[in-house]
T-cell receptor, first 110, second 118 residues
Framework: SQKIEQNSEALNIQEGKTATLTCNYT??????LQWYRQDPGRGPVFLLLIRENEKEKRKERLKVTFDTTLKQSLFHITASQPADSATYLCALVSARQLTFGSGTQLTVLP | GAVVSQHPSRVICKSGTSVKIECRSLDFQATTMFWYRQFPKQSLMLMAT?????????EQGVEKDKFLINHASLTLSTLTVTSAHPEDSSFYIC??????????????FGPGTRLTVL
């Protein structure tokens, strides 16, 4: 069956460190993968999109990698700040349909 | 980026009543709109996909007679939860996609509507 798994439900890191979140999938052939940020009681906010033929994408302090052989995407936040604390969702797009992982709740401690 | 609004943001109703949630794309025309439901600490689950002017396509397990979706214009979709029950209490989120933005692949999400059925 198809699955999207994000490595941990919760991740705590110290301010200034790099946060690394993992998204693994099985039985999908996604055309591309997206990462979203969701704050409590709010809808997801789009952060980055990476296509199947791209290895890496960067946007300011964010970096995403996409390994279609390992069926894995890594999401990095460098120089993390308390304001980065939120739930981060990966989502696969296959046949123009978006399917979400359950998310990782990141807490950046001051 | 494009903006999607939802109204109301929060609604509390009695069991057995119907609730309508509106989703609007404010600065673009949404050829396709999606409705998701999210329970606490869980992922967003797609309920249905609607294209303007045609009937919605519902995901398996979602009752189309209970969750009525209308996508009457390119900027407005509504979700009506009919005869709501406490188990329908959830966070409902809409999103919209335009064929003209980001190659037609990016979805923009609304802020969500918290429904509580007493």
């Amino acid at each position: 069956s198809q699955k999207i798994e994000q490595n941990s439900e919760a991740l705590n890191i110290q301010e200034g460190k790099t946060a690394t979140l993992t998204c693994n999938y099985t039985n999908y052939s996604p055309a591309y993968l997206q990462w979203y940020r969701q704050d409590p009681g709010r809808g997801p906010v789009f952060l980055l999109l990476i296509r199947e033929n791209e290895k890496e994408k960067r946007k300011e302090r964010l970096k995403v990698t996409f390994d279609t052989t390992l069926k894995q995407s890594l999401f990095h936040i460098t120089a993390s700040q308390p304001a980065d604390s939120a739930t981060y969702l990966c989502a696969l797009v296959s046949a123009r349909q978006l399917t979400f992982g359950s998310g990782t709740q990141l807490t950046v401690l001051p | 980026g494009a903006v999607v609004s939802q109204h109301p943001s929060r609604v509390i109703c009695k069991s057995g009543t119907s609730v309508k949630i509106e989703c609007r794309s404010l600065d673009f025309q949404a050829t396709t709109m999606f409705w998701y439901r999210q329970f606490p600490k869980q992922s967003l689950m797609l309920m249905a996909t609607s294209n303007e002017g045609s009937k919605a396509t519902y995901e398996q397990g979602v009752e189309k007679d209970k969750f009525l979706i209308n996508h009457a214009s390119l900027t407005l979709s509504t979700l009506t939860v009919t005869s709501a029950h406490p188990e329908d209490s959830s966070f409902y989120i809409c999103s919209a996609r335009s064929g003209g933005l980001a190659g037609g692949n990016e979805q923009f999400f609304g802020p969500g509507t918290r429904l509580t059925v007493l």
